[in-house]
């Protein structure tokens, strides 16, 4: 079935297949419902990085027991095969003429593991404190947040307009809306998807903290657990920023889409619509290329 006979297709009597598609479309490229147009649930993706929907306990619950059944008995197991084995070459390079610099060198081993050991199985109060911080500055973005702005419109006047058009018109705003409705919903979609997988990042790289933790002991790995501490912060930087743009995008959006449809009839409103299809493909390019720049962003800052 090619692109026309589709259109085509959802044109019954009514012509209500292809208003119900219109209204969807409308509803997606101004961020607010059209009548039984919806925005689908992908649509809400700015709030999963709100205050609400970021560090979810059941978030931290996941992070805790994978944490508690997986990593740290395995860095204990770890840091106590590597205590043994420099236990063991301290003790055979002890000599006999100077016993008591051997014994400082015994206790210091001994503390240095024990510390380590102690760190691998409270490495959750580390992840909760970061979890912490994050969620503060989130709360902080949040406050300052708004949606980004839409084109003026009756929703009301918008829908009556919709539903009386006839079958040419309904194909022809269809064709007129689609690019807009496309890039919208690869928009919105991203930030959903960037959301999530960063979620998910977060859940391994916390619960994976026990084995940072061991790596501090020794001077040859401690770069790895600071690089580990730098992309769990580069995560919750990446939520921050992400409110930031859209932020941005609300003040100075109005300028980039002047467009009204106030007063809109069915008579006008497939030229009012050409007329502001480049208003309409703005904003959510400007979204698009912006949510993808946050993660390179975060990790530019934390110094990655």
Request: net charge neutral.
């Amino acid at each position: 079935m090619d692109f026309t006979t589709a259109i085509l297709f959802m044109a019954d009597d009514d012509n209500e297949g292809a208003k119900g598609f219109i209204k969807t479309m409308f509803s997606m490229i101004f961020g607010k419902d059209v009548g039984s147009g919806s925005k689908w649930d992908f649509a809400q993706g700015y709030d999963q990085i709100t205050a609400k929907g970021w560090m979810l306990s059941d978030v931290m619950d996941v992070v805790t027991k994978l944490m508690s059944t997986v990593f740290t008995p395995a860095v204990t197991i770890f840091l106590t095969v590597v205590f043994t084995i420099n236990f063991f070459k301290v003790l055979l390079a002890l000599d006999a003429s100077d016993s008591s610099g051997g014994v400082q060198r015994i206790i210091q081993v001994v503390i240095k593991y024990a510390i380590l050991v102690l760190l691998a199985n409270n490495a959750i109060m580390i992840v909760k404190s970061i979890a912490a911080i994050i969620d503060a500055l989130v709360n902080k973005a949040a406050t300052g947040y708004k949606a980004p702005p839409t084109i003026t419109y009756d929703a009301k006047q918008l829908e009556g307009a919709i539903n009386g058009l006839g079958t040419i018109d309904s194909i022809v705003l269809i064709i007129i809306l689609l690019i807009p409705f496309l890039i919208a919903v690869a928009a919105n979609l991203a930030v959903y998807v960037v959301v999530i997988l960063r979620l998910a990042e977060f859940i391994m790289l916390a619960a994976a903290a026990p084995v940072p933790v061991a790596f501090m002991g020794d001077d040859d790995t401690k770069s790895i657990a600071i690089g580990y501490l730098k992309k769990l912060g580069s995560i919750g930087l990446q939520a921050v920023l992400l409110l930031f743009i859209s932020s941005v995008i609300a003040r100075f959006g109005s300028a980039l889409t002047s467009g009204d449809f106030n007063g809109v009839t069915s008579d006008n409103l497939v030229a009012t619509t050409a007329g502001n299809f480049i208003g309409f493909l703005v904003l959510p390019i400007i979204q698009l290329v912006l949510v993808f720049a946050t993660g390179k962003l975060s990790r530019a800052i934390m110094g990655e």
